[in-house]
């Protein structure tokens, strides 16, 4: 039940109707007994000063941070973590009483859950990242971490993508190329990670680049957990490739918020209970 003293935390995107945050982290406190309370606020993209100037006016505990803010929000915080540095993108804020620091959950949730799902070491695969937004820049700077041979990145616009593989150079090979250039070589990758928005409900029908040239064997993965199988992963899985979707990835950056904002550790078992009723 809420009361006077609820601790409120939240999500900033655009849009946000979508998301499944609200219910995954309310699910949480309530395991817990926590008198915490999680909303959602579509924020457009020029009211997000405003927003983050109301984070700290109305004593929110913090905020998710998703698209198309996680890379606009750097310059409006007063600390931003190591990894969220590293990384270029923040979405996960914490307010210490007026001081908001931003961290990145997303690299470390999107590998735990890789992994627990298919076992897939990184060390020396070849991977293709499809999109160079703020999650993207988590999970190519995850994957250079744990040697990755070789991170292309693929965008409809390549200089976002070549900026993306000049930032990870220091730690992996890496090139920017087209949407169009990563279609005609998907043949060659090891992992192939679709990041951008494509195919999220309520345009599932689309997919990011065309799968004719996908492998029996690839793994192919998509950030997207709504729906749970996107068309993507749908045509990939008819490809004979290994395929993975965004719940886990979700389930487990949430998780990292929940005890960055509360000091406890997040059950996790019930929050991915609760975003698969809700799909």
């Excluded at 395991?31 to 004593?59: Q, T």
């Excluded at 719940?247 to 929940?258: I, P, S």
Aim: glycine letters at 10%.
């Amino acid at each position: 039940m809420l009361s006077s003293s609820t601790m409120c935390v939240g999500l900033f995107g655009y849009p946000v109707a979508h998301s499944k945050s609200p219910q995954m982290h309310n699910a949480a406190f309530a395991r817990l007994g926590l008198d915490c309370a999680y909303l959602a606020f579509a924020v457009e993209p020029e009211r997000l000063p405003d927003a983050v100037a109301g984070i700290r006016a109305l004593g929110l505990r913090g905020v998710n941070v998703t698209i198309p803010h996680k890379v606009a929000v750097l310059p409006l915080l007063d600390k931003i973590s190591p990894e969220a540095e590293l990384i270029g993108a923040v979405n996960t804020i914490v307010n210490d009483g007026g001081v908001l620091t931003g961290y990145n959950t997303d690299g470390i949730g999107y590998l735990s859950a890789l992994q627990e799902e298919t076992g897939i070491e990184i060390q020396g695969k070849r991977v293709l990242l499809l999109g160079a937004g703020g999650a993207a820049r988590a999970v190519a700077v995850q994957m250079a971490l744990n040697g990755a041979e070789r991170l292309v990145i693929a965008a409809r616009q390549q200089e976002r993508a070549a900026e993306l593989a000049a930032h990870l150079r220091t730690h992996a090979a890496a090139d920017g190329i087209t949407m169009e250039e990563a279609a005609a070589e998907l043949a060659e990758y090891d992992l192939i990670i679709n990041t951008t928005p494509v195919g999220m409900h309520p345009q599932t029908d689309a997919v990011p680049v065309p799968t004719a040239g996908l492998q029996a064997g690839q793994l192919v993965s998509d950030l997207i957990y709504n729906p749970r199988q996107t068309r993507f992963l749908h045509e990939a899985k008819a490809r004979g490739c290994v395929v993975s979707g965004g719940l886990g990835m979700f389930v487990h950056q949430g998780a990292h918020a929940f005890q960055l904002w509360t000091g406890e550790r997040a059950p996790v078992d019930v929050m991915r209970q609760t975003v698969e009723s809700c799909l």
